[in-house]
RNA sequence: GGAGGGAUGGCAGAGCGGACGAAUGCGAGGCUCUUGAAAAGCCUUGGGGCUGCGGCUCCCGUGGGUUCGAAUCCCACUCCCUCCGCCA
């Protein structure tokens, strides 16, 4: 599928996931495949990992969400709230199909006048009625319950996920330049230092508006923003179709994500009209085909949007809060795709390979890290993490996060293909920033500070900088 | 903000109280015919749960209500559309 591959970087990329996608026995496997035409329902059966999965192989999903950190005791409570569920339901359909019954025998008594018999079927079925409504009412509440634990519950993680419950465990795939040069003494000093110095970063000001970790840019600072933007789009626009994206968006739009609702403190939200700000460009994006059912032959559907992003940082208090490191708001250029499972693993790749691309253009050192179980998005069954090295601030900025999602937010967006055979089954989405601004900006002004405290602009950028090489 | 209209299977669209899980058309899949294709004809074509695997049953935006019986009647909610007003 070189076609969407257009700037193949190195082809040494890591393998994301096999065809033998959940490290299990195949039998495991075909379910997942077989599963895949269920999807009508759209209140309890499509949310998250497959229920049938729980049903089938407990034991397999119970040791695989183990691994991100997901209790046993969690699984159970979800197995139970699923057994349970679907006993009530089957009780009170056996009593709707005596009151169906009833009814019959009611309209065959009327039919040869025997008001009597129609009389005692009456008071039946009213019987039957009032114990069907006391028993749907218990379904109803079980199914809730079911529902929400399930949207509470984690994507299954890939197997090829490094074992790990937090960021300590993530590993290191490879490094650009191999060996980071020393900095120079110019180098050392921090972007908001720098940023202040050469007023093209005015946090007060941003401050002043709207609270300390919202940033300002000024002049050059915004310029180079925006350079940054139309140079990563111009970069993408060969395979990916440019959307510009509402960045508010609905509760369900969301939730098909899984930012919602376990991490809603982490969002910003307009309480008046119930939107929420999107935290990034993949919420929106992962809804563009809700409750749609693709060609197979359109696929992979690679999306490229330019958006502000938002983030509430809530836990994060305190914590990386000097300059850029950590902001409310910021721009982000983010790649999404719709595809089929068999296409996933070279998409991953397509998009990892374009967002190391950018960073190697814009001439800063990077490295790349395979996430451990433990530190998974919600979403992700395999991620991959971008970050630039800041020589000010001596640090390690992410600044992209490359999720394969399988099918977990096909599932709760109800997203579909048809395959030629005829049958439906879940897409996979992908999504990964290439890139995210506001540190890849730190990253540039610390890394191409000179020793006069000027900033040169890299090459890439300075056809969208007027041409201009400097700014001091 | 005001006034209307609508939500049914992959899509379009009928059904307006009793055999409707749902007509019809299109689309899709299979078969026949054909050297092949097209055309034509025949058949199949939503999903969940339970199951003694022969079936049974539930689901017509969501939730309530009326009724012996609801896709059909009533109420509420959600979403979509149209028109008017206001505004970039």
Known sequence: MERFNGQAVNRSQPSVGDNEVFDLDSGYLSSVRACGHHAKQASFFNDMIDVRLLRTEPEAVTAALGRRGVTSAEVEALIAADRSHRELSARRDRLRAQVKEISRQVADARRSADSKLAEQLTARSREFRSEEQALAAEASAQADQLQHLLMMTPNIPASECPEGLSDQDNVVLRQYPETIPPSRECQRVPHWEVGARLGILDLEAGAKMS???????KGDGSAMLRALTSFALDHHR???????PPTLVRTETMMSTGHLPKFADDAYHLERDDLWAI????????SMHRGEILREEDLPE???AATPCFRREAGSAGRDTRGLLRVHEFEKVELFAFCTPEQAEEVHGDILARAELLIQELGLAYRVLDLCA????AASARTFDLEVYA???DRWLEVSSISWCSDYQARRANVRFRSPGGGTAFVHTLNGSALAWARVWAAVIETYRQDDGSVSIPKALRPYMGGRDTIS
């Open 211 to 217: 609270g300390s970790m919202f940033p300002l840019f």
């Open 374 to 377: 433990g530190d998974l998005g």
């Open 302 to 304: 690679l999306l490229c």
């Open 391 to 393: 020589p000010g601030c």
């Open 279 to 286: 935290p990034t460009a993949e919420v929106p994006l992962a």
């Open 238 to 244: 060969d395979a990916f179709l440019e959307i510009r």
